[in-house]
């Protein structure tokens, strides 16, 4: 009887089952504390409209986003369109993408632009007074003056053109000089397509526009021409000869203070905009140290040239 007492292997079926089970609730115990752990995505709080691994969209980013989307979209159309954003965004990170050096680059250049902005947004020009404004008027005429425009008539007559024909189209012009403005019927022989009718009359032209329409030893000879009626001496080019009639001329004129004051300000204002920029770069070099290497920069090829800024003349 004492040896049933005491500690030991079970004897009697009663005691076997106890053992057995107590044994399987053990093993259940351990079994269950050696299981991983799920993750634990916490509920959303008032603020939070949703969660995506650990990114958050919340309701002040929502009705941001609001104001930018369709007003066709819904708010929950809104809404998974900012999780498929968040996923996008995530994943993108995840694979390294975000590390590329084309994104790199792009992210660079967003955030110095607007660095940019938020610095020029601190800016505040000192306002402009009148007396600014008409100084600069009054000290720069030239800027603010009509250019002179001229009216002229040309005869143009071929490559190869007989020395004694061009004499005598010369001839013809200089004896009918007072009778009219422009050529008169003497245009008709020219090979200049504009020029034919009218008697050669060609319209108004400044030194810039006939720089553009004509070659430049027309042009120098079009400015040249002083007074009304004056006939300028056959100009021989390489697309022909050429007879010019100065007909009519409006010297430079400076514009009334008033139609030119609004221009005035906005000028001086961008200046001033320009040195603040200037100076706020002055201080960002001072910061940051800056090292150049200009040999290897003069072994890289040779920029492109310049296209030609001229234009192809008028016919």
Not at 85 to 97: C, I
Not at 100 to 126: C, F, G, M, N
Not at 190 to 197: E, L, Y
Not at 226 to 255: D, N
Request: with cysteine; net charge neutral.
């Amino acid at each position: 009887m004492e040896s049933a007492l005491l500690p030991g292997k079970p004897t009697s079926p009663v005691q076997r089952a106890l053992v057995q089970r107590c044994g399987l609730l053990l093993l259940t115990g351990l079994l269950a504390s050696c299981r991983p752990n799920d993750p634990v995505i916490p509920a959303p709080s008032n603020q939070e409209l949703a969660r995506v691994g650990s990114q958050t969209i919340s309701v002040e980013s929502f009705l941001n986003e609001r104001t930018r989307a369709r007003p066709s979209e819904s708010n929950s159309e809104l809404l998974e369109r900012l999780i498929e954003r968040e996923l996008l965004y995530t994943d993108a990170r995840r694979s390294g993408f975000d590390q590329s050096p084309e994104i790199q680059a792009a992210w660079k250049e967003w955030l110095a632009q607007r660095y940019r902005e938020v610095l020029e947004s601190h800016d505040t020009p000192t306002p402009l007074s009148e007396t600014e404004i008409r100084a600069e008027y009054t000290a720069h005429p030239e800027r603010y003056s009509t250019v002179r425009q001229i009216r002229v008539a040309l005869i143009r007559l071929p490559v190869g053109t007989p020395p004694e024909r061009a004499q005598a189209l010369v001839d013809a012009a200089q004896r009918t000089a007072g009778e009219s403005a422009h050529f008169g019927t003497l245009a008709a022989q020219s090979t200049h397509p504009a020029s034919r009718g009218q008697g050669g009359d060609l319209g108004w032209l400044t030194q810039s526009q006939a720089a553009l329409a004509f070659p430049p030893e027309v042009a120098t000879a079009l400015v040249t021409l002083k007074h009304p009626g004056e006939i300028s001496k056959p100009v021989a080019t390489a697309e022909g000869l050429h007879l010019l009639k100065l007909m009519e001329s409006r010297p430079e004129q400076p514009k009334p203070y008033e139609a030119v004051r609004d221009a005035i300000a906005f000028t001086l204002q961008r200046h001033k905009r320009q040195a603040a920029e200037q100076q706020r770069f002055a201080q960002l070099r001072s910061r940051h140290p800056i090292s150049r290497n200009p040999e290897r920069l003069a072994e890289i090829a040779p920029e492109p040239p310049p296209v030609a800024a001229r234009p192809p003349r008028l016919p």
